[in-house]
């Protein structure tokens, strides 16, 4: 079975069901109550690369400092709070059965995986995204650091480019 995402005016997929835990409606996610932000999806893209996935319809100028401060602090907690959720369930701290998790994240060797996360935003020219994107690197670079993490912020043409949206 093949699942689309709708999100931030783009449609991601088309996914195999088994390859894709989608965070953002897990009954785990649901069962943790408020104040944890999480990222849309998170797929197996290819044996050895999982991918977890934001994404957004804009976003500030970084001129704009309060504006933009506060979405770089949304986009952080996203992917912090995602990576701790995802890996709780991996090692077992949280219960598995309410996970809505696929087997082939559970099964999976992370020592020879590489975790990518991507910000896709929608419409954005490119020359806009190195300040998004240097501005989450130094806020994720502990994470970035200890989990050996890339973190790439792209748009809607390059997300294309890449293979995540459907044609």
Known sequence: MSIVIPESGLLFGEYE????FHIEQ????KSLGENIRVIEFVLRHKNDV???IEAKSSSPKPGNFNDFDEF???IREKFVHSIDLFFSVIVGRLND???DMPDCFKSAEYSNIKIKMLLVINGHKINWLPP??????QKLKRQ?????????VMNHEQANEYGLLEI
């Open 72 to 74: 770089i602090e949304e």
């Open 144 to 152: 970035i650091k200890n989990w050996r993490l890339e973190l790439t």
């Open 97 to 99: 059965q309410d996970s």
């Open 26 to 29: 897990s009954a785990i996610y």
């Open 132 to 137: 998004i994107s240097d501005a989450l690197h």
């Open 50 to 52: 999982i991918l977890m």
């Open 17 to 20: 069901k088994e390859r894709l």
